[in-house]
């Protein structure tokens, strides 16, 4: 359960773990390595203590002056007892029989009582003094006591007059480690208060965009691509190349895509092209023969004025359809001269009514060598289609501009290209629009047969071009291109 | 000191002149006078000590040396030995030390020339009522040398028939009359007999340290610790001193020092007011 936990609580809180257990540890052996110190520290100080009052109080019990030795006794009471040197509880002197001599604390221990009645620890630690030899220091924790006492012998050049006892209170030692305890734990305390935000911060940091590119990854399915937030993780680190890598993985998918659905469009609009083809040529074989024969009935003087009349109606009908079958059927197979400006400067007046008539404002762009090596009528026909459109797409008032160029090769390979630019200020086009633009019939426009985008198309793809259109700041744009070649070339078509 | 004037200047001129030193000169006027403090009174004021000590010495023109002792059997030998000239003794020391002292003042303490003794128990024993409750207490003396620290209280024992060697679990000196009720204070002594004017000067400048401590019983009255000087002492000295001491009320440095000594002033005295000490010692067979 925990460890299928999100990344971003996990890795912080596994950090917080980590340094929260560390920490314990530390604390937990410096605490442990201090009690020790405090426990030897005490034994240290008391005998240093012992060893420094045991000669002075020697002659007071020589000379059997009580005050003098209270005096000696009181001396490490004299301060306050706010030292780090642990303060011992009690300073007793015993004399040869274990009775008190005189004590620190008289009323606690009073003169010439006997030590062993304070307890059974008393007991017990007057038998060992009885067994220690004359320099020896006894040192007595009873256990089940608070209690820790020393004991140092008084004497002098072989004489022992009594025994020196120091007693110590736990609780002075608890009481000293508690303040340790406190301290090490206001440091702990306070480190944690700045590592925890930190990794929490840091484990945040790394795993964020983790769990993006594991949310992302697991939508790819759905087909949803999208990239990482920028600048959320913009070091070169491992988790850094991650995210380039995705970033990378994306674009590349995108393009994949977007290829895909290119090459699924043009792959429908040549199997209509290869279609449309096929049905032309299946009409065009009969229709000659039908027209070569109403052709022949009308030079007939003997007809009928009503049949005359049907014949006319028929042969509309069957040039009509000699119009759209013609026109579905793109014809590039054509001996044509190279374009060259009197052919755009054609075009241009051809426009100029249409032009006028809507008071559009015309850009014309031309960077052009005075030939260009691509057939001069299929080129008319791809710009005046296109031209119209434009000229009825911007409605009243609008702008359309025209910007044709030669663009050398992006790097060394290829042909130079001519580069054809057609924008106007109508109404962008609907996403379903452009999806279907260039098929047959795909117009929307009132008074278009809707074949005029199919021929340009048509023409483009057999010329090795191609052909796009967009929105773009709020305007419609064709861009065609088209690979310099012979003039004369006889571009295959079907 | 001893050596009369007359004799003292030609001496003084000689070595003046084969020394031609001018420090021989002067030396009548510069020859410290030495006065020897005890615990008869709160003699650990160091503060209060130096500016009485100076007073003195501006007063008398001389230098003044004051030599702190705690042992009344000290001082006595001081004495003894001519290594001092003036001393404030207790009584029992002024009254063993017979003619080898001449009385010289006395203080006034609460207006009279008196003290007595208090028997001081712990303020925590509530019952005892005299010194005869405290059979078999741990008992402090001041001092072996001291009227009310030593020879009052085994006095008392011995009018109630009882022999304070047998009486007692154990005795011990402090020294002082302090240090005696700071003893009963922490506990270390079931009682204590100290100077009325020690406890009474105690109660003022260590009222925590009195609280502790109970008085029992108060002596009848009397002569105040005396200050003495030697037989031997010059009177021009003798004089001289005992003038400074008696007119230390009549001036504001004098007044002040007074004050904090907790004392009015110095009289002469008379050697009468000692009569009932030196009886309690002829009692107790040490006089």
Known sequence: MLFNLSLRYKLPLWGTALIVSTTLLLSGSFMAQAWTDLRHDVSRSAVELGRIMAPALFPSLLHDDLWRAYETLSLPFAQSSDSEVAQAENLIVLDRRNQVYVSSHPEKYPVLSEFAVHGADYRQFVSRLDTADLSQVVHWEPPDSSRIMVAIPIAEGGVRLGTLVITYDKAVLWQRFERLIGRALAITALALAIILPASAYWGRRMTEPLVQVSERMGRISQAELETLEPGIYPYRDEVGQLYAAYNEMVRTLLAKQQLETEIVKSERLAAIGRLTAGIAHEINNPLAGLMTAVDTLKQRRDLDPKVMRHLDLIERGLMQIRDTVGALLVQTRVQTRPLSLADLDDIRTLLQAQVAKHRINLIWELELPATVPLPASLLRQILINLLLNAVQAAGDGGEVELDVHVREPMGSSGPPKLAILVRNTGTPLAETLLAHLFEPFASTREGGHGLGLWVTYQIVTQLNGSIAARNADNRVEFNIELPLGDATCNTASH | ?287
């Not at chain 2, 340290?209 to 002492?233: C, D, Q």
Request: with cysteine.
């Open chain 2, 1 to 287: 000191m001893s050596l009369p004037y007359r004799l003292r200047l030609v001496v003084s001129l000689f070595v003046a002149l084969f020394l031609a030193s001018s420090a021989f000169a002067s030396k009548a006027t510069d020859t410290p006078v030495r006065f020897a403090m005890t615990p008869a009174f709160l003699h650990d004021q160091h503060a209060m000590l130096e500016t009485w000590r100076s007073y003195l010495a501006e007063r008398l023109g001389r230098p003044v040396e004051f030599v702190q002792r705690d042992r009344y059997r000290e001082t006595m030998d001081l004495l003894q030995q001519q290594r001092v000239e003036f001393a404030w003794l207790c009584d029992y020391p002024y009254v063993a030390l017979g003619k080898e002292v001449r009385l010289m003042a006395v203080a006034l303490n609460n207006g009279r020339p008196t003290y007595r003794s208090y028997l001081v128990v712990p303020a925590s024993d509530q019952t005892s009522m005299s010194i005869a409750d405290l059979k078999g207490a741990v008992f402090a003396y001041a001092d072996p040398h001291s009227n009310t620290g030593y020879l009052v209280p085994r006095f008392e024992l011995r009018n109630q028939g009882v022999d304070s060697e047998l009486f007692f679990r154990r005795t011990f000196f402090t020294w002082s009359h302090r240090k005696a009720v700071s003893a009963v204070a922490a506990g270390l002594a079931q009682g204590t007999a100290v100077d009325s004017y020690v406890w009474d000067s105690l109660a003022q400048v260590a009222p925590e340290l009195t609280a502790k401590t109970r008085i029992v019983w108060k002596s009848e009255e009397y002569g105040f610790p005396p200050i003495v000087a030697h037989a031997n002492v010059s009177t021009e000295d003798f004089q001289a001193m005992q003038r400074v001491l008696l007119g230390m009320q009549d001036d504001e440095t004098g007044r002040a020092i007074l004050a904090r000594l907790h004392l009015d002033g110095f009289i002469e005295g008379s050697p009468q007011l000692y009569d009932s000490v030196a009886a309690m010692m002829k009692a107790l067979g040490e006089h």
